[in-house]
Nanobody, 124 residues
Framework: QVQLVESGGGLVQAGGSLRLSCAAS????????MGWFRQAPGTEREFVAA??????????YYADSVKGRFTSSRDSAKNTVYLQMNSLKPEDTAVYYC???????????????WGQGTQVTVSS
């Protein structure tokens, strides 16, 4: 079992930045694909970003809506992944979830483990 705990959410003005953290416990997730998803009220959960590992190193994936603004990274020593969010927009307001999977599509929603979510609110 993998437990995931997100932190770092909050209220920020448009154009500002936040860094979300996702601390994993129970197992080492250095070789897992770690994803970030978000869900705004009245909408379906959507893919935001992911980081996976192959024989060369980490590969990152981003939704078109956040490409160039968000960066996913991991610190294997801390068993933690991060989502650096810059140039935030009001439409980025949502609950952000961290997720983990051993195999499968990084952009798919069928991850094995999920965190409880952290609220990000961007004011205009």
């Amino acid at each position: 079992q993998v437990q995931l705990v997100e932190s770092g959410g909050g209220l920020v003005q448009a154009g500002g930045s936040l860094r979300l953290s996702c601390a994993a416990s129970g197992r080492t997730v250095s070789t897992y694909t770690m994803g970030w998803f978000r869900q705004a009220p009245g909408t379906e959960r959507e893919f935001v970003a992911a980081i996976s590992r192959n024989s060369i190193g980490d590969i990152t994936y981003y939704a078109d809506s956040v490409k160039g603004r968000f960066t996913s990274s991991r610190d294997s020593a801390k068993n933690t992944v991060y989502l650096q969010m810059n140039s935030l927009k009001p439409e980025d307001t949502a609950v952000y979830y961290c997720a983990a999977r051993r195999t499968g599509d990084p952009r798919g929603g069928d991850y094995d483990y999920w965190g409880q979510g952290t609220q990000v609110t961007v004011s205009s």
